[in-house]
């Protein structure tokens, strides 16, 4: 899961938490973050727009800033 965007602390730009079985496993700044982190826990994501791989919670993979 890819939480809604956080604004960035002390200037740097904003990110997405990522959750994993309901756990909280890192923040992700771009979509390349998103499929490092999930590959480093095993799962590998062949379609982000597949809701079985990765559920967008507050926008999707385009979202990456506040509005």
Not at 5 to 31: K, L, N, S, Y
Request: with cysteine.
């Amino acid at each position: 899961m890819v939480l809604g965007v956080c604004p960035g602390r002390h200037g740097e730009p904003p990110f997405r938490i990522m959750e994993i079985d309901g756990q909280v496993v890192g923040e992700a700044r771009t979509v390349t973050d998103v499929l490092e982190t999930a590959a480093s826990y095993g799962i590998l994501i062949h379609d982000l727009d597949d809701p079985d791989a990765v559920r967008w919670v507050g926008g999707d993979k385009y979202t990456w800033r506040l509005h």
